[in-house]
């Protein structure tokens, strides 16, 4: 878009007016390089004061294009080329500011050391945008280098600097030279206070902070330090009912005072107290809605729900809220019901969470078309694959079937971390690929990333499926002597499962004997279950009894239990196991798949004839199933490594 004056402007021609007037409309790179040539063209290039006020117009931009021309003027006009300039610093702080509020803090010091090396008188104001910098990016050595600096120019006892000072060591995680700096200050303020107080409270250290609240004198004591107080002591149950007195004697309350008391509440699982506090509120703000999270954390779905409808202005954060709670208790469909309303009727635009979430879903439900929609989403919008999301994607790809397109993803991911890579294993792993998935950490050894415990899991659980034993025993080596990894009841299971599945069952159950670990319920239901598949009841039969004697409300341990007897012929034996099933009232969970086409979603269950198709179903399986059939099944997977 051009930028233009209206002609009828009555200015001579070495005016700036027309200049300052388009300044304020600036807001693309476009319309910046108009300005630019404009200057240029007009020779305002060479007036400090058209340039000083660019600089002003332009430095608070929220368009990075006219910030970064701001810049660019005051290097190339201003900063050490007008030595009458040197003597007021008004331009440097603004600029200093730019970066230490902005994306770059580190060039705050850059400029900050520029400015003392040319000279340039440095105010109090200066030093309070360093260690801002330094704040933000826990530059504590820098921080301590501008306190020095403080005391050589005589201003360290100003009390302004001083409190930056408390705030920078804090926010480097030194409370030690933060409290050092209070008790040395022979002024103290409301922020001095309020600064410790909400260090101590960060740290945990919640009796010196009370301490530090019963000192502070009548005129100090604000909100911030009751809030500051309420906050520290809602974290715990044990310091809930200190925290319900403050809150009850506070002279007068905030929106920040309710949401501490309510997260507090929440987080100690008190949902009573939490809603009537909730309904108790004079006003209601984002974070107060959105203890629509804590309600669906703790399973408290339709509570969550009923919150969800009654907000009055549903955002994308409440939206995520939402979905995650969903998710977080099964209710998938229902969580991209509400993802389906936040792009129709509210036309809120998903943020890399929402995608996550999303995902996972998409995944547990094994919808692949919805699926490659979110993925082309994420493409058209040109969404970075390099974090969560590009794990979200490749595993659910990876549960939805298609191998293919999570390798072909994981491929197109330029920088990966050890989270792709595990995403790849398991993926592969889930469809029994124990060779590639070895490979592929193989290749992960060659590049010298790191795996971690999940990339084992996925790796043995993919031998197991393979049948790999020598490999799946090698990696567990790996793990142990080359990582130095000690293994959990995770890759104990999975190397238990490995013998298992081999039929290997005497070194399964040597493996279990010599856990440095106590077994769990699972360990000994994947030993039982090899026991089942190869008919041992040797080592089967005491493994049951023991899982039963863990958990007797568990069927699946009677029934693993009753086919081994059933197998080697002990009728009486069986009739024993399903009496007493039938004593405590114990019923075996009916297998399930399912199947997806064309969009729906076909669910099967063991002796259900309630499908409409249950007939013709049948009919084409029996057909498969004879030797002469002329419908046969197969495969083929061309996977390229990338």
Known sequence: MQLRVSANWNQPRN??????????KCKSQNHVNQIHARIITTGFIHNPSLTTKVILNFISSPHSSLLQFARYIFFSRHAFQDSREQDDPFLWNLIIKSYSHGSQPIKALTLFSDMLQNGVPVAR?????VLKACSRLGLLKEGMQIHGFLEKLHIGSDLYLQNCLISCYLKCGCLELAHRVFSRMEKLDSVSYNSMIDGYVKC???GSARLLFDRIPLDDKNLNSWNSMICGYAQSEDGLKVAWELFDNMPVRDLVSWNSMIDGCIKCGKMEDARHLFDRMPKRDVVSWASIDGYAKLGSVEIAAAMFKQMPNRDVIACNAMMAGYLQNGFFVEALDVYDYMRGECNLKPDATTLLIVLSAIAQLRYLDEGRDIHCYIEVNRISLGGKLGVALIDMYSKCGTIEDAMSVFGNIEEKDVDHWNAMICGLAIHGLGELAFDLFMKMERLSVVPDDITFIGLLSACAHAGLVKEGLMCFEIMRRIHRLEPKLQHFRCVIDIFGRAGKLEEAWKVVEEM????NDVIWR?????CNNHGNLKIGEPVAKH?????SSNSSSYVLLSNMYAGSGMWSNVNSVRTLMK???LKKTPGCSWIEIEGIVHEFLVQDKSHPHFTEICSLLDYMSTPNSEITHCRNLDLVES
């Open 15 to 24: 005016s700036t007016l027309p200049t300052l007037i388009l300044l304020r």
């Open 125 to 129: 104001f200066s030093i309070s945008l």
């Open 204 to 206: 945990g250290m919640i």
């Open 516 to 519: 440095p670990i106590e077994p």
């Open 526 to 530: 994947t030993l039982l279950s090899a």
């Open 547 to 551: 899982l039963i004697n863990l958990d």
């Open 583 to 585: 004593e405590r009232n």
